[in-house]
């Protein structure tokens, strides 16, 4: 579950406008976390993703623990894995 960072309702995700939105307060924020509208100032938090042999690996927080709020992000072209390699 990805919480909202004004009061911690669980955010979901809006194919129609391609954002995230808080359905307890209406914020609303891009596809990258950033807070466009509503009561909420931060960013969604982050998780933690490795790429190993082809194999994404999302790491998750304990429960309770929220995901950490990372300033800057690099991002990986999936379309560049080479999907015919073998374990």
Known sequence: DIKCTHKGCDVKYNETGNNFVCPCHDSVFDIEG????????????????????GEVTVHIPAEG????????????NLNTIDSTKKN
């Open 34 to 53: 950033k807070p466009k509208s509503g009561p909420a100032k931060k960013p969604l938090g982050t998780y933690h993703v490795t790429l190993k042999d």
């Open 65 to 76: 623990d929220m995901p950490e709020v990372i300033k800057d992000s690099t991002k990986v």
